[in-house]
Nanobody, 130 residues
Framework: QVQLVESGGGLVHPGGSLRLSCAAS????????IGWFRQVPGKEREGVSC???????YYTESVKGRFTISRDNSKNTVYLQMDNLKLEDTAVYYC????????????????????????WGQGTLVTVSS
């Protein structure tokens, strides 16, 4: 079955850390750009961080210096290390995959409309609360 599965969400205090994982099955991520997105009820989904096949990365301004995206092609998995979490980071986090050739500049992966991207995971909830 071709799918992306996110894991690692949970409840954390402000200032805490979480590491999200996005594992692919049924296909290999080697030639895909991968992005992490988040959505709060009532708001549009936001591109948080994206990584290219060549490991070029993009971060939205609000997470720069706090989040780190990485990929391990041997494990067919992409990670999002989230440090110094803030209340406003609370959201459902999704990963998405799209063929690399469609994103010569990785920033586009994080900014295109949702329907443009080929595959999505089901999401994992991150709650930052005191």
């Amino acid at each position: 079955q071709v799918q992306l599965v996110e894991s690692g969400g949970g409840l954390v205090h402000p200032g805490g850390s979480l590491r999200l994982s996005c594992a692919a099955s049924g296909f290999t991520l080697d030639h895909y750009a991968i992005g992490w997105f988040r959505q709060v009820p009532g708001k549009e989904r936001e591109g948080v961080s994206c990584i290219s096949e060549n490991r070029n990365s993009y971060y939205t301004e609000s997470v720069k210096g706090r989040f780190t995206i990485s990929r391990d092609n041997s494990k067919n998995t992409v990670y999002l290390q989230m440090d110094n979490l803030k209340l406003e980071d609370t959201a459902v986090y999704y990963c998405a995959a799209d063929p690399s050739f469609r994103h010569p500049d990785i920033i586009t992966m994080c900014l295109v409309p949702d329907h443009y991207l080929e595959r999505w995971g089901q999401g994992t909830l991150v709650t930052v609360s005191s």
